[in-house]
């Protein structure tokens, strides 16, 4: 659990499986979702580990929903990966303002990235309370690990 990588695998891996499972039984969408991550050769060291544990945790009737394993591609090549690193560059930075009161570099001011604040995000927090929930979890054996509320902004 002091990995940071699952915290933030299992966290996006549910989070979207929670939206594309909703999207299924609406009948939006059909099919596997799979998980398509930057070519970095740490993440391909890292990630497909804690991904197929994220995955054994998973409800059965959720766990064939996701691809088997995760996709590394170049950015440079795969454009839905430039849009997905400038949304989360822009998170950093609110991040940064709004916690740490380090406001936007005038070479890069807010209002330039105002679109990036009409695409819907699942921002969530780790704190305290749910990491030690997870644990505690995890240390009894649990296959699945319950919702906690998260932290928004």
């Not at 454009?79 to 949304?87: E, G, I, N, V």
């Amino acid at each position: 659990m002091g990995r940071p990588y699952f915290i933030a695998l299992f966290d996006i891996i549910t989070r979207l499986l929670e939206t594309h499972t909703g999207l299924r039984i609406a009948g939006a969408v059909d099919g596997v979702l799979d998980f398509i991550f930057d070519n970095n050769p740490r993440l391909a060291a890292t990630v497909p580990h804690w991904y197929q544990y994220t995955r054994s945790l998973l409800h059965p009737i959720v766990k064939n929903s996701i691809g088997g394993a995760p996709r590394f591609e170049d950015d440079k090549d795969f454009l839905p990966l430039q849009a997905a690193d400038a949304q989360s560059w822009y998170y950093r930075r609110l991040f940064s303002e709004r916690l740490r009161n380090e406001p936007f570099k005038k070479e890069l001011p807010k209002e330039l990235f105002a679109p990036l604040d009409t695409i819907p995000s699942a921002m969530s927090f780790w704190g305290p309370e749910r990491m030690c929930f997870a644990v505690d979890q995890a240390n009894q054996g649990r296959t699945t690990v319950e919702r906690l509320p998260s932290r928004r902004f």
